[in-house]
């Protein structure tokens, strides 16, 4: 690995390999028989317009180093601002808009940013919150700028005849700062240097297969920003990036079968609903030969309907990582439907697959406070719950000044460092990772730990239970476990007290369940934004401690 590097320059160089195929195509609108008509920018055209917009960023003064708030949608405008901040060697900041206006406020505020650009709305916001970016100096509209002043994106272009001198970054320099979406904890600000966003590249497309001259359809933005560098075509689906669970099924199979889409990415909220609407219209996706699904638990049914539109060949692969490691480990939807569903409704976790071949994973004793130094003595024997820990080039090493979240999730060793993913798993004689939930939601009783997903697998194989979460009302070492169910839409006419007593004897089938004795019924779990799926567990143990009170 050589010490100067900047990611921008694999957009360089799929532009001198294949100038003339399409990098980004978007819809912008419909003619008057209602066909879509689309924009585009080959990878030439991208790689010459982020040079020239990242001569107008450095004149205006984001120059290598400046962290810029970047709050544009995805489109034209958000491949060339991310490669023309990349090329300038300023650092872009991306907080997640679906975690809320606070949670992304503060998030905004803890970057010390010192450039901001934006659409319109992003504006508004900031000068209603004038507080969250103290510090500020450089304002940049994307689109029409009103009263706030500053400088609008299409004034900064500044073509020239030669390419922009990219700065000489290093491969450790930071890259860019993204934000956990807070849905598991406090949202934190992770440090991604170029060497991380290479080998999370090179990963993917090893993992995956993934070859140039694709055609990809990100429902995710930031996924979409790999596709130039893994030279895949990038189509921007029509819809809203915040909420997959509402998104409109027609427009994204219309833009799988008008552009041959061959790859996408979509989150599980997306995938459930793109298909039941297939499902219910017998839809096939000829195209499609690979969908990558992450973002939050993947669920086999959900999995099941959707490859019920896909031909012979194609795969469902759900990843497993998060913000801070991106991919860990996978698992294709035949080996899922074909072995790991059965063994997870009796309770043995969600299956998520083998390492990735650049990265050491390990299953490390459970515990709640910092490790300071690497020891082969933390790992755990296969069979054995622990926390998963995960060592490679792809791992982010920093949080953004945030000390604390680094004692508690880094584990320096001779060779570098550890990520303590937070996440409870198991290791079988196949190699594959089970997972059984986050860290923090494990129920510690006065005689044993319970753990989320096994024990709620037991009961949502019920057919009254839309979902259930496990709980633990008091002190840990001393929890009381209980198990919080919300009703299948069909069965709100069941009878609570009947359905009690068969979700008992259901648990006391079970060693795993057995020391469940508390049900409650909640209407509507509380759950993330973007994903329709992410319990906030938190709300749910206040919830169950007034119940019961």
Known sequence: MTDHFNIAQLLRQRAAEHPYTRAVVTPCGRDALGRVIYGQLTFA??????????????AVGITPGKRTILMVTPGTDFFILTFALFKAGAVPVVV??????????????????????????AHLLRKRYPRFFAGI???????????????TLDALYRPADKPFPMAETRARDTAAILFTTGSTGPAKGVIYTHANFRAQIEEIRRAFDIRPGEIDLPTFPLFALFDPALGM????????????????????????????????????????????????????LPP???????????????????????????????????????PVTSIGS????????????????????RPLEGLDVRIITITDTPIEHWSEELTLPPGEIGEIAVRGDLVTRHY????????LAKIADDDGFWHRMGDLGWQDKKGRIWFCGRKSHRVVTASETLYTIPCESIFNAHPAVFRSALVGV???????????????????????????????????????????????????????IRHNSKIFREKLVRWAEAELS
């Open 400 to 407: 953004f000044r945030n000390a604390k979240a680094d004692a």
């Open 474 to 528: 008091g002190p840990r070492g001393r929890q009381k476990p209980v198990i919080c169910i919300e009703i299948a839409r069909t069965e709100q006419t069941v009878d609570k007290n009947e359905l009690r007593d068969e979700l008992l004897s259901l648990a006391a089938e079970h060693p795993l369940t057995a020391p469940i004795q508390v049900v409650l019924f909640h209407r509507d779990f509380p759950v993330d």
């Open 137 to 151: 100096s450089i304002w940049i509209t994307a689109g029409r700028r009103w009263f706030w002043g500053g400088h």
């Open 96 to 121: 997640d808009p679906g975690m809320g206006v606070e949670g992304m406020l503060n998030c905004l505020q803890s970057s010390r940013a010192g450039a901001f650009i934006g659409i319109p709305k």
């Open 45 to 58: 055209q991208l790689d010459r317009e982020s040079d020239d917009l990242a001569r107008g960023l450095k």
């Open 288 to 326: 499609l030969k690979r969908v990558v699904s992450a973002g939050a638990p993947v669920y086999p049914d959900n999995i099941e309907r959707f490859a019920g539109m896909l031909t012979e060949g194609a795969e469902i692969h759900t990843p497993y990582g998060a913000t801070e490691a991106v």
């Open 233 to 284: 075509t990038a189509v921007i689906p029509d819809m809203d990036f915040t909420r997959p669970a509402k998104v409109d099924a027609r427009k994204i199979i219309e833009a799988i079968e008008n552009q041959g889409v061959t790859n996408m990415f979509a989150s599980p909220a997306l995938l459930n609903r793109v298909g039941r609407y297939g499902r219910a219209q017998g839809i096939r």
């Open 334 to 353: 035949d080996e899922i439907l074909g072995e790991t569903r059965r063994l997870s409704r009796q309770g043995y976790g969600m299956c998520v697959g």
